[in-house]
């Protein structure tokens, strides 16, 4: 992810800079939080004392919820890359933090939406399902929506069962079997989905329909070779590139060259956070934090390569068209297929 925020800084460079500032070049600094919360304020707080003029990050919504408090007393914009947690966002009114991926509830949203939808279409009816999360915010976040949003759609939710990290998911299978949910949702980071699908293996069980919300494994190329088969024909709902978008294509591709790194849901995302950055700064023409903030507030990015529509932020900090798009583990590759103006492909069941 960082090296995303470096190439599109590379790339706008490359390209001139930032025209309304007569062609100044944007610069990348950069610190390890560790994936560890106490550290998400503490580096943000290093970054600002750096000089930065605006943050991104952190993947771990406990890190970026640390990090996007020390932006707030210190005002200056943060522009979040990856970290889907309600709570960022929703817990506190914040006036320098924006989200443009989908909240854990959007994510909920339009997965309760899209996977029953696309797996009814290729004739397998989605009444009962079981939920698999990190028992995290993330995973609690995801969690919670799911509830509501299923419910809505009038799907029953069988059985419900949570891991750590570190953990091993052969307990948790062993309640799927018995409970037998025609699907099952699983939102965890890569080891954890890695291990539930070990776990099915080892008990020679698979759901009809395996599915994934926010879920890291099934969008990351080297997690589904190392899952194998049974990942085959998983629907799960995330970010990504938008596949029918010649300079998305493009990118990914400078991007493998740049760094022999696969271009994943995660990095292209935090790619699109960085263009509405330098967006914004295009818009402001300032590097004043003060500046930059309120073209945040009220800029409408539409030249992006995430699969969703022009990004705009409401007051709370929310994109207003965030869109979690669905996609199907095709010959160990993730592929979207719906909606239909963001589908690389049909559904294969």
Not at 51 to 66: K, N, R
Not at 86 to 91: A, C, D, T
Not at 268 to 276: F, I, L
Not at 316 to 330: K, R, W
């Amino acid at each position: 992810m960082n090296q995303a925020v470096e190439l599109a800084a590379m790339m706008k460079n490359e390209s001139g800079g930032i025209e309304s500032l007569d062609g100044a070049e944007v610069s990348v600094i950069s610190e390890d939080n560790e994936g560890a919360q106490e550290l998400g304020g503490e580096v943000a707080q290093n970054l600002i004392d750096d000089g930065a003029d605006v943050l991104t990050g952190c993947y771990s919504s406990p890190v970026t919820s640390a990090a996007t408090r020390v932006s707030e007393r210190e005002q200056v914009p943060f522009v979040i890359s990856v970290s889907v947690a309600n709570s960022v966002l929703q817990e506190t009114q914040l006036n320098y933090a924006y989200r443009p991926q989908p909240s854990a509830r959007q994510m909920g949203i339009d997965h309760a939406r899209l996977m029953p939808q696309i797996a009814q279409e290729g004739g397998v009816s989605v009444d009962t399902v079981g939920l698999f999360y990190i028992d995290i915010s993330f995973g609690q976040s995801i969690r919670d929506t799911l509830r509501t949003e299923l419910e809505g759609q009038g799907i029953d939710i069988v059985a419900e069962e949570s891991i750590g990290f570190g953990e091993t998911a052969d307990t948790q299978v062993t309640s799927f079997r018995n409970a037998d949910p025609d699907a099952v949702i699983a939102t965890t980071y890569r080891a954890g989905t890695i291990e539930l699908l070990s776990a099915m293996d080892n008990q020679n069980y698979r759901p009809p329909i395996l599915a994934g919300c926010a879920n890291a494994a099934l969008n990351d190329v080297s997690a589904l070779e190392e899952m194998g088969e049974t990942a085959g024909g998983g629907l799960a709902t995330n970010f990504g590139l938008n596949p029918t978008m010649d300079r998305a294509g493009t990118v990914g591709e400078r991007f493998e060259e740049e760094f022999d790194a696969g271009f994943d849901a995660n990095v292209a995302m935090t790619y699109a956070s960085t263009e509405v950055i330098l967006a914004a700064a295009e818009e402001a023409g300032s590097t004043d934090p003060q500046d930059i903030n309120d073209a945040l507030g009220s800029i409408t990015v539409e030249d992006h390569i995430a699969a969703m529509p022009p990004i705009s932020f409401r007051d709370d900090g929310e994109n207003e068209n965030a869109l979690a798009p669905l996609f199907q583990v095709q010959d160990l590759q993730d592929q979207i297929v719906a909606p239909d103006e963001f589908a690389a492909t049909g559904p294969q069941f």
